[in-house]
């Protein structure tokens, strides 16, 4: 009895420290060798960086010739507009959805739902197509807006449960308080859904910050290249420049760590409870 | 002026219509509660008057003028829910402030703020947690506070907004007996001080019977009765009243009709020992007709008096201190048909289980109902069984 409870528990932890390792070891193995010279990222690219092998040139390189702070202003702009816009708009959506029965609402969630399950890059055709008519191409705009629309089904179905979770009993005490409906969604809604939103938030952002697909096509420019994109440039069909490839896939990691950071501080918060009863 | 009247008020959900018909007047500053068992429609009534449900059918008038299409605000009312509905993540004195930023609509539909002034909204807040002992609470945030505690902000955010009518659904039954005392004589407290009209929903008899100016009693989405509570515990109407108000409930007996006269009627019960003439008036009775007889435990006593001079035996006694309720059993002397026949003895009684008594009760206590549970109008004048006239 005793021994299997206790195996339990450790079994879990092994597993899960293991898949750890394996989901870490190749983001360490990045940033180590972004510290080293070329010789030592090929001689022995497992080991720590030491006295000897200790070098900037990659992060030199990156920092100080190309063009990566308009790549990183670029990404940056790009995530957190997509970040804000699937948000706003997919807490409202979402909050439409669950608190009112207008006619066509069964029709657009399930239209939403279709949007989780079909990839938007099978889209790309007609996606370029759209933007190209817009005369949106190699703008951010076009950018943001992809990724708004593929940002919005998943948030909107999250959020939909978190928003039908909140007790009909404090929305229409507020209402019997005379205060209006979006008030009601600003004042009350979005605090109490914060924890979801960060989820979604995380959710959203991360396949954004990374994508290199869309800035290929949409937005390829020098003045609107994304940093995913902009690494592109030292990887060449003969000549790699492994220090800069490595020390900008560092750099990269830091912003979406902050971002990162700011919103998993709201996950763990159980806002409902004092609410009622 | 919060006159309220309800006239022919339905409410359906899809095809089973749960209010069929209800027909209430309430005056301004009368307070008003609705009684009924659990599903029977109080809840739904009291969402239908707040403006949180549509009516059916019906009309709704407040102060005179019909508000069926006005919403909650609108309709000048505040709602005080059985679970507080305290917004989590706002202090006590945001709770309470939050309904009140908005008095005058601002730009954006009240978006940005604006409306009544800051001062006057602490002002208001502050005397309103003065009168309910919030002061010291005001930065807590509801998950800080007891459940009395957070009563009492639900309670105050309603007060602070001076509404013409205060609505509250079951507001204590998440509270404990001696907290609900303490709070019950709150509400009553409230209710001088304001002089507010007040409708209020429990299952809770005895809060019915407490603060009641009038009580509505509901049955199955119908009216029983509405009346003072002393109208009710006197003269109920029929029979679901008569079981419903009164703690224990009232006994029945079987008992079919043997004489009309003028104005009594002479009924012999089930048993076919016992006979009697009961003060009633007939109305349409006709002889041989079964008719229900009512008995309150506490009319009835031990000894032999006018009627129903029966011996039984003693099945379970609870003794309360003050009193002992007395269950008797169905012997085969006794006329008890159903359910055991409770009566109220004084608390030094020293009958025991399986001991015989004999009970009695006067004649005028005693209630008639029809085959279909209507009440017979009683003929008695003695004042201890009968209502006091309103004034
Ligand atoms: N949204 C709804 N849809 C369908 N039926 C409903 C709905 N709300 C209430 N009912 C029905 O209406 C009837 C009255 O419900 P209501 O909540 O008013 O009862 P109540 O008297 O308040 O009971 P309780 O004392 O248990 O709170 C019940 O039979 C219930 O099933
Ligand atoms: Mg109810």
Known sequence: MRNSRRLGPLAVHALLISYTIIALFPILLIIFNSFKSRKAIFKSPLSLPDANTFDLVGFEKVLGSSSFDVYFLNSISVTVMSLAFVLVLGAMAAWALAEYDFPGSDFVALFLAIGIMIPIRLGSVSLLKIIVSLGLINTLTALVLVYTAQGLPLAIFILREFIAQIPDDLKEAARCDGVTEYRIFWSIILPLIRPALATVAVFTMIPVWNDLWFPLILAPGEDTATVTLGIQQFIGQYVTDWNAVLASLTLAIVPILILYLVFSRQLIRGLTSGAVK | ?391
Do not use: W
């Open chain 2, 1 to 391: 002026m919060a006159d309220i009247k309800l006239s022919g008020i339905r409410k359906s959900y899809g095809s089973s219509e749960v209010l069929h018909g209800i027909d209430i007047d309430v005056k301004d500053g009368e307070f008003v509660v609705f009684v009924g068992p659990s599903g029977c429609g109080k809840s739904t009534l009291l969402r239908l008057i707040a403006g949180l449900e549509t009516i059916s059918d019906g009309e709704l008038q407040i102060a005179g003028q019909k508000v069926n299409d006005l919403t909650p605000s609108q309709r000048k009312i505040a709602m005080v829910f059985q679970s507080y509905a305290l917004y989590p993540h706002m202090t006590v004195y945001q709770n309470m402030a939050f309904g009140l930023t908005l008095g005058k609509k601002g730009p954006l539909g009240g978006l940005l703020g604006g409306g009544e002034n800051k001062k006057m909204i602490e002002e208001k807040v502050h005397k309103a947690a003065a009168s309910l002992k919030l002061e010291p609470l005001l930065k807590r945030y509801p998950r800080e506070l007891s459940g009395g505690q957070r009563q009492r902000v639900a309670i105050g955010r309603a007060i602070v907004r001076d509404p013409n009518v205060f609505l509250f659904d079951e507001p204590l039954s998440n509270l404990d007996a001696a907290l609900r005392v303490n709070t019950r004589l709150e509400i009553a407290r409230l209710h001088q001080e304001l002089e507010a009209t007040i409708i209020y929903v429990t299952h809770d008899q005895v809060e019915a019977m407490t603060l009641a100016d009038k009580i509505v009693v509901l049955n199955d989405g119908y009216v029983a009765q509405c009346g003072t509570p002393l109208e009710l515990y006197h003269q109920p109407a029929n029979k679901f009243v008569a079981g419903f108000i009164g703690s224990p409930s009232m006994n029945f007996l079987e008992a079919t009709v043997t004489d009309i006269g003028p104005e009594d009627i002479e009924v012999v019960l089930s048993s076919g020992k016992v006979k009697v003439r009961l003060p009633v008036l007939p109305g349409d009775l006709a002889l041989d007709a079964r008719v229900s007889i009512g008995i309150r435990p506490e009319h009835l006593q031990e000894g032999s008096g006018e009627v129903f001079r029966m011996s039984s035996r003693v099945k379970v006694v609870e003794q309360l201190g003050e009193a002992s309720y007395l269950y008797l059993e169905n012997g085969e002397d006794d006329p008890f048909c159903n359910e055991p026949f409770c009566v109220k003895t004084n608390g030094h009684s020293s009958i025991r289980t399986g001991d015989s008594v004999d009970i009695c009760a006067a004649l005028s206590a005693v209630h008639v109902f029809n085959a279909s549970g209507i009440a017979l109008t009683r003929t008695t004048t003695d004042s201890r069984y009968i209502a006091p006239r309103r004034a």
